[in-house]
C-alpha cells in the first residue's frame, strides 16, 4: 500500500443543517489506470467519509445519475478517469440548479420541463391487434442522435442561458421533445410546438453550442434546438398565413 | 417533521463567460455583431453623405477599423457556415456538400464584388 500512487481532490461539501454555503475539502485519494472519479467518490465514502453525499447508479454512462462538475467542466463521474488529471482535480456539484447537499442537486425544474414536452408517442391510434408499426431505417435515422439522450443534467450544467433564466425550458428536454416530432409514428408536433414556441421555449437558446460539447452521449441538444427554431418559425408563419381564415371561421362560428 | 432542506442557490455572476475557453470564444463570436453596427453605420453615411464618407475611409483609424471589420466578418461567416449543419435534418454527406457550396457562392460573390468595385 506505501507504494500506491495517491492524487487530492478537492470535493465541494455542504450539509444544509449545519453549513451556510458550500466548501471546498481536501481529500486524498488512492488510484490507478482504471480508476474514475466515481471509484475516488466511492472509496471516500466507504473509507474516509460515510457522510458524502452523491448520486449514482449504473457505472457504465447509461443512468444519468452520476453528473458533476470536474476542473469547472460537466462530466459524468463514471466516465472520467482519474488518470487524465494528474495534478488533482475540483469535483463540485452541476452549476445551475441548487445544491441539496455535497454534490447531490435539485433536478426538479429539469423533470417538469421533460414532463412539459410530452416526450412520449402522442396521437397515434395503432392497436396491438394492427401489429408492428415498421419504420425505415431513413426515418429512424431522422431521430436515432436525439434518443440518445439519458437525462443526465450536464447540458443544463452547461447553458449560460438555462443559469441565467431557470424558466428556460433546456436542452435535454427540447430535445427529447424534438426526438418525438421527428418520429414517423407520433402525431403530436402541434401539442408540443405550443410549448416550444413560448418565451421560455426554444428561442432562449442562443446556440452557444457547449450544451453539444458536453453530452456524454453525443445526442447533439444545439442540433435539435437550432432545428425546432427552424420548425417553430415555420409554424408561425403558418399561423399567420391562417389567421385570416380562422377569423373568418370564428366569425362564422359567433354569427 | 418539519423539512431540513435549505438548498443552496449558486448565483450567476456578469463574468460566467472569462473562465471557460468555449464561453469566451462564443462571446468573441456574438461580438463580431459590434463590428457590423460599424459597418452599417458607414453604409448610412454613404447613403445621405456621400462625400464625407470618401473622405472619413481614407482616415488611417478608420482604415485599421474596416480592416477589423473585415476579419470579424471572416470569423462570422466561417463559424455561421460551421454551424449551419447542425440546423439541417440531412444525412452527413449531405450537410458537408451544402457546407462547401456555402462558402463556394461566398467566394464567388464576393469576387464579384470585388471586381465591380474596382472597376
New interface residues.
Given amino acids: 500500500m506505501a507504494d500506491e500512487k495517491k492524487l487530492l481532490l478537492k470535493i465541494q461539501r ?1 450539509n ?2 449545519r453549513d451556510s ?2 466548501y471546498l475539502a481536501p481529500y486524498e485519494i488512492p488510484w490507478d489506470d482504471q480508476t474514475s472519479f466515481l471509484d475516488a467518490l466511492q472509496y471516500l465514502k466507504d473509507n474516509v467519509c460515510p457522510d458524502l453525499s452523491f448520486r449514482s447508479s449504473c457505472r457504465m454512462a447509461i443512468c444519468g445519475s452520476c453528473g458533476v462538475m470536474i476542473d ?2 460537466p462530466k459524468l463521474a463514471c466516465k472520467t478517469f482519474v488518470r487524465n488529471y494528474p495534478d488533482g482535480a475540483t469535483v463540485e456539484p452541476l ?2 440548479f ?3 447537499r455535497d454534490l447531490v442537486v ?1 433536478l426538479t425544474h429539469f423533470l417538469e420541463y421533460i414532463e412539459a414536452l410530452k416526450p412520449y408517442v402522442i396521437g397515434n391510434a395503432r392497436k396491438p391487434a394492427d401489429g408492428p408499426n415498421t419504420q425505415t431505417p431513413a426515418q429512424l ?2 431521430y436515432h442522435k436525439f434518443s440518445m439522450c439519458i437525462n443526465c443534467g450536464l447540458c443544463y450544467a452547461a447553458c ?1 442561458q438555462f ?2 433564466n431557470p424558466a428556460f425550458l433546456g436542452p435535454a428536454a427540447i430535445t427529447l421533445g424534438h426526438r418525438y416530432n ?1 418520429d414517423s409514428r407520433d402525431h403530436g408536433k402541434n401539442e408540443r410546438l405550443q410549448t416550444m414556441n413560448t418565451e421560455n421555449g426554444v428561442w432562449s437558446c ?5 450544451c ?2 458536453v453530452c456524454p452521449k453525443h445526442a ?1 441538444p ?2 435539435a434546438l ?2 425546432c ?2 420548425d417553430s418559425a415555420l409554424s408561425f408563419a403558418a399561423s399567420v398565413l391562417n389567421c385570416k381564415k380562422n377569423k373568418e371561421v370564428s366569425h362564422g362560428n359567433k354569427t | 417533521m418539519a423539512t ?7 448565483e ?1 455572476d456578469c463574468c ?2 472569462k ?2 475557453p ?2 469566451r470564444f ?1 462571446m468573441l463570436r ?1 461580438g463580431c455583431s459590434v463590428f457590423m453596427v460599424w459597418v452599417s453605420l458607414l453604409f448610412l453615411l454613404f447613403l445621405f453623405s456621400p462625400s464625407s464618407f470618401a473622405t472619413l475611409i481614407k482616415n488611417p483609424i478608420i482604415c485599421l477599423l474596416n480592416f477589423a471589420a473585415f476579419l470579424a466578418s471572416l470569423l462570422h461567416t466561417k463559424t455561421w457556415y460551421d ?1 449551419t ?5 440531412l ?1 452527413e454527406a449531405k450537410l458537408a456538400a451544402i457546407v462547401k457550396w456555402l462558402w463556394a457562392v461566398t467566394i464567388v460573390f464576393g469576387a464579384l464584388v470585388l471586381l465591380l468595385s474596382l472597376f
Avoid at chain 1, 442562443?206 to 457547449?210: A, E, P
Fill in positions: 455542504y444544509p443543517e454555503a458550500p469547472g467542466a452549476v445551475n441548487p445544491v441539496e435539485d435515422a431522422r449560460p443559469g441565467l421527428l442562443t446556440f452557444v453550442g457547449y453539444s460539447e447533439d444545439a442540433a437550432q432545428q427554431k427552424a | 431540513k432542506r435549505k438548498p443552496y442557490v449558486r450567476v460566467w463567460w473562465g471557460n468555449y464561453y462564443y456574438e454551424l449543419p447542425k440546423a439541417l435534418n444525412p
